[in-house]
Nanobody, 119 residues
Framework: QVQLVESGGGLVQPGGSLRLSCARS????????MGWYRQAPGKQRELVAT???????TYADSVKGRFTISRDSAQNTVYLQMNGLKPEDTAVYYC?????????????WGQGTQVTVSS
């Protein structure tokens, strides 16, 4: 079983930056695609960014050019660098680990970390 713990959320002003971290407890990091999702009040959860075990990344159009997803395999940690933050980025951000591309049967979720962008 995979355990995911997010950290790094907080309150920032518009135009500011924040870096989120996701610590994964697993002995086979290379067998999971990692992702960041977010959910604002009254809205459904949406994809923000993903990164495969080989480093291939994808981004939602709304964050492309502002956010960067990366990973530290040695420490089993995935990051989301958030620059040029906007009020509409306010949401709970969730880390996801998905082994279905590698023959798994499910994905895993962290508890989430709150990001609030406001002046």
């Amino acid at each position: 079983q995979v355990q995911l713990v997010e950290s790094g959320g907080g309150l920032v002003q518009p135009g500011g930056s924040l870096r989120l971290s996701c610590a994964r407890s697993s002995t086979i990091f290379s067998m999971y695609t990692m992702g960041w999702y977010r959910q604002a009040p009254g809205k459904q959860r949406e994809l923000v960014a993903t990164i495969t075990n080989l480093g291939t990344t994808t981004y939602a159009d709304s964050v492309k050019g502002r956010f960067t997803i990366s990973r530290d395999s040695a420490q089993n940690t995935v990051y989301l660098q958030m620059n040029g933050l906007k009020p509409e980025d306010t949401a709970v951000y969730y880390c996801n680990a998905d082994n279905r591309p590698y023959g798994g049967i499910r994905d895993y979720w962290g508890q989430g970390t709150q990001v609030t962008v406001s002046s």
